[in-house]
C-alpha cells in the first residue's frame, strides 16, 4: 500500500482552502485519510501554511511520498533540508552539531527571504494606495474645480439678472411707455373732436344767424310786393333808400345760397323772394 502526503479539498466554491493530509493512494481526494499534519490557504499573500514538523519528517523518513504541491510546501518549511541534513549524519559525513547549525543559518536565510517577501508586499500594497490616494485627490480636485467654476458661472449669472432687474426698475416699463402713449393720443383724438364740435357747433350757430337775417331780409320784400299795388306811398320810401334793400339781398344771397336755397318742392311754381325784390326795383325804376 503506498501511503502518500496530499492536500484535501475544504471550504466553498472559490473561497477553499485545503488540509495537509496523510492518506492512501487509493483513497479519494476528500475521502479518508491516515493523519492530518496541517493546513494550507493559498488566498493570502503570501499564502498562509500551518504545518507540524515532526509529524511531516517521521512521514517522510517512513517512505510517504509527497505531492507536488506538496513537496513544495515541505521544501518551504525546510522539511526536506532536515531529512537531507538527518541522511548526512546517517552517514558519517557530519556529526548532528553541523548539521542542526547548517540547519539554523539555512532557516534564517528562508526566513529572511519571507521577511522581504512580505515588506515587498506591504510596501507595493502601500504604494498602491498612494498612488489611488493620488488619484482620488486628483479626482476631487478635478471636481472641486468644476464646482468652483459653476459657482462662479452662477454666481455671474446672478449679478447679471441683478443689473437687469435694476434696470429694469430704473428704466419705465415698455407697457406704461405704451400706455401713456396711447392716452396721449386718445386726448390728442378727444380735442380733435372737441374741436370739431365746436367748429360745427359754431357753422351751425354761423347758419342759423344768416338764416335769421335772410328771413329779415325777406319781410321787408314781401312788404315791398304788397306795396307795388300803391305805387304812391312807395315813391317817398324808394326815393329816400333807392338801393338798400338790393344790397343787403345780394350779400345775404351770398352768404346764404348754400344753406337756405329753396327746393322745388318747397317752391312750386312761386317765384323767389329774391326774383320778387328783382321786380319791385324794376318796378321801381320804372315808375320813377
Known sequence: MAVKIRLARKGRKKLAYYHIVVADSRS???GRYIEKIGKYNPLTNPATIELDFDKALGWLQNGALPTETCKAILSYKGVLIKKHLLEGVR?????????????EEWMKQNEAKIEAKRSGLEKSRDDKLVELLAAEKKISEARAAK??????????????ASKQETADKEAPPAEETTDAAAEAITETE????EVETITETETTDAEDEAATEVKTTDTPSEDVEETTDTPAEVEPEAQEKPAEPEA??????????????PSDDDTGNEKPADEKSSETAADEKSSE
Open 28 to 30: 479519494p481526494r476528500d
Open 91 to 103: 552517514k558519517g559525513a557530519f556529526n548532528d552539531a553541523e548539521a542542526t547549525k547548517r540547519f
Open 248 to 261: 343787403e339781398v345780394t350779400d345775404v344771397q351770398d352768404e346764404t345760397e348754400a344753406a337756405d336755397a
Open 147 to 160: 464646482l468652483a467654476k459653476k459657482q462662479a458661472d452662477l454666481a455671474a449669472r446672478a449679478e447679471a
Open 190 to 193: 378727444t380735442t380733435d373732436a
